[in-house]
């Protein structure tokens, strides 16, 4: 099968630089199907592919022929915006993501979200803008680090949050599943890890590594 993948903040979004971690993983799972992927810049010749996936983190992102009443694009009813939208309803589109649904947003399967993610994704659009002039250090996310979660949710229940439909923080996945050996650092995407009972023993998983790591933009070189 031939897939291509939209990352529609990184088109969106001129000086986007964080790598979206969802196409890396569904790049992941049909690498070893051993279908043909891309990473693909721009919403043209779509009906190219047998799959198309267009992954959004954040709400005003725009794609191509959005509905200028903007009425409904925000965090309670950005779902509804979206539903009746051309490129969004072609046979072979799937999209997902905080930007399509915010807080309702369906989460991967599993099977692809426990895939290790395609580091090599962003390859060919990281060389092109260092090659135009863009700095190496804000590429860092897509050079250096390896990105995921070890737990998913939260206790607070902020209103503000997207993760206000959750009541507890419970243990994901093992860094070791996400684990790019070849990098420096690990980006930790958790949102409350201390919220979560076995705190303690990710922080020792993540030490075990070797590696310097962040959680929300700290660094921590030691527990």
């Known amino acids: 099968m031939n897939i291509a993948i939209i990352d529609a903040d990184l088109i969106g979004k001129g000086n986007h630089r964080f790598p979206n971690l969802a196409s890396m993983k569904i790049s ?7 279908d043909s992927v891309i990473l693909k810049t721009d919403y043209n010749d779509l009906n190219l592919y047998d799959k198309v996936y267009i992954s ?16 409904l ?10 539903s009746n939208h051309p490129i ?9 993501g905080t930007g399509f649904y915010y807080d309702k947003a369906t989460p991967l399967p599993s099977e692809i979200e426990h895939s ?10 990281v ?23 070890m737990t998913r949710g939260c206790i607070r229940k902020c209103s503000f949050c997207v993760n206000k439909n959750y009541s507890k923080c419970l243990k994901h996945s093992s860094v070791y599943e996400w684990l790019d050996e070849t990098k420096p650092y690990i980006c930790c995407l958790d949102d409350n890890v ?23 933009k700290v660094v921590m070189k030691d527990y």
């Open 28 to 34: 992941s799972y049909h690498k070893a199907k051993g």
């Open 56 to 71: 959004k983190v954040f709400i005003d992102t725009e794609i191509p022929d959005e509905n200028p009443d903007k009425t």
């Open 73 to 82: 694009k925000n965090e309670k009813t950005v779902s509804e915006y979206y």
């Open 88 to 96: 969004l309803n072609l046979p072979n589109v799937i999209y997902g």
């Open 116 to 125: 290790k993610p395609d580091y090599d994704l962003y390859n060919e659009i």
């Open 127 to 149: 060389a092109k803008l260092i090659s135009n002039g863009t700095s190496v250090k804000s590429l860092e996310y897509y050079i250096n680090y390896s990105i995921g979660y």
């Open 194 to 216: 201390l919220a979560c009972k076995e705190w303690k023993d990710i922080f020792h998983e993540l030490q075990s590594t070797g590696k310097n790591f962040n959680s929300n």
